[in-house]
């Protein structure tokens, strides 16, 4: 309803030896392997439905990408269903789930899914990511119009008191 995008279509060439660190995207995720091999290792989160990726490695690089990973981790921190660390200890990685890609593979990761990716050889993959509306993106929007057919809704908010902003509420 917004007119945002709501999914993005990125190509990924890469050489062997080449490792994309942990991290979770918010879109669902379709991965095709094109060309070369890539061993996927992934891990379910204690986020359901996220609203922002996670980057741990952002957490080493300038202070605007710092500043972005901690806003990140606060996020998430609010919305896990059990303990949240945006920097899980190494061990916490140990039973990962390990899925390898060859020419013609398709491999989706769910959103909120931990993944890390090694390039076990030069490689070409495409990934489609798909962001659905959600349940509080529809009822709001539902509710938006809604209040639109009503003038009182459609004036301004202009309040003189915080007793003047309570009437007119």
Request: with cysteine; aromatic share 8%.
């Amino acid at each position: 309803p917004d007119g945002a995008p709501r999914s993005e279509v990125e190509t990924f060439v890469s050489r062997e030896g080449h490792v994309t660190h942990w991290h979770f995207d918010f879109m669902e995720n379709f991965t095709l392997q094109l060309k070369g091999r890539k061993r996927w290792r992934l891990k379910p989160s204690t986020v359901q439905a996220p609203l922002r990726g996670c980057t741990p490695q952002w957490g080493r690089a300038s202070e605007g990408v710092r500043s972005a990973a901690e806003q990140q981790a606060k996020l998430h921190a609010q919305h896990a269903s059990g303990p949240f660390e945006a920097a899980p200890p190494s061990d916490f990685w140990a039973d990962a789930e390990e899925v390898s890609l060859e020419p013609g593979s398709v491999l989706y990761v769910p959103a909120g899914m931990w993944h890390q990716v090694e390039c076990t050889e030069d490689s070409i993959s495409l990934n489609i990511s798909i962001m659905g509306s959600s349940w509080a993106d529809l009822l709001a929007d539902a509710l938006r119009q809604r209040l639109l057919s009503h003038a009182a809704a459609r004036a301004p908010v202009c309040m003189r008191s915080i007793t003047d902003g309570r009437t007119q509420l």
